[in-house]
């Protein structure tokens, strides 16, 4: 029983594999007997698609895209979520150690991923933000997509529960609130390390509530 169904498996396997090959020739067998109006017409539709591409780029760039910084105030905070399609939002205080780690983090992410507009914003000058999102602990970052937010990081428990989490590990965390591009696997952290720390750090969250992660609670 066990060696028919073994054999069906391996029976579908290489249909589908037949399949595939055969795809993919014929794709190759196109491509190779393309006249040459046909490659001018491909390479035509690929130059436009890098010029938009570029175009939306440089409009990026110019909306502040690249680069991570503060924004003055709540106002300033608004003009930016309603401009940008993502944007990611660090709720900082300059007294709060932790803060100044993100900060590092943010800044060297920022200009990998010019498609998300990467600020900050002191606490001690959005009273109005903090209540309404109810920011409670010191540092939050905050995804917010077509001036929405979804998802928002507290702390560090997510990110390995430790000062010393990685880049990898910062961005595959916000990749996972979909407001950056990522090719990597959303559902998976990128080390075995860091799968072990947020296992504990899950732990330690529920216990945490009084004697937390973070010293920093606003």
């Known amino acids: 029983m066990a060696n028919n169904i073994e054999n069906v498996l391996e029976e579908h396997l290489l249909r589908a594999t037949k399949m595939v090959e055969d795809q993919v020739d014929a794709e190759l067998h196109r491509l190779e007997t393309l006249d040459d109006d046909e490659l001018d017409t491909i390479r035509a539709k690929r130059l436009e698609q890098m010029k938009k591409q570029n175009a939306q780029k440089q409009d990026w760039l110019a909306q502040g895209h690249g680069s991570y910084s503060e924004v003055a105030d709540e106002k300033d905070f608004f003009q930016v979520t309603k401009k940008s399609h993502r944007v990611v939002c660090h709720f900082f205080r300059d007294s709060t150690f932790r803060c100044k780690i993100v900060d590092k983090h943010l800044t060297e992410l920022a200009p990998k991923h010019v498609e998300t507009r990467f600020i900050k914003i002191n606490v001690e000058k959005a009273r109005f933000l903090v209540d309404k999102l109810k920011v409670k602990m010191l540092p939050t970052i905050i995804a917010i997509k077509d001036s929405k937010t ?62 937390d992660f973070s010293d920093d609670d606003y």
């Open 150 to 211: 979804v998802d928002r990081i507290i702390g560090f428990d997510e990110l390995g529960g430790t000062d010393e989490f990685s880049n990898e590990m910062m961005e595959w965390r916000i990749a996972r609130s979909e407001v950056i591009s990522y090719s990597g696997n959303i559902y998976e952290p990128p080390t075995a390390e860091s799968k072990k720390a947020i296992h504990f750090a899950a732990r330690k969250t529920i216990r945490s509530q009084d004697d």
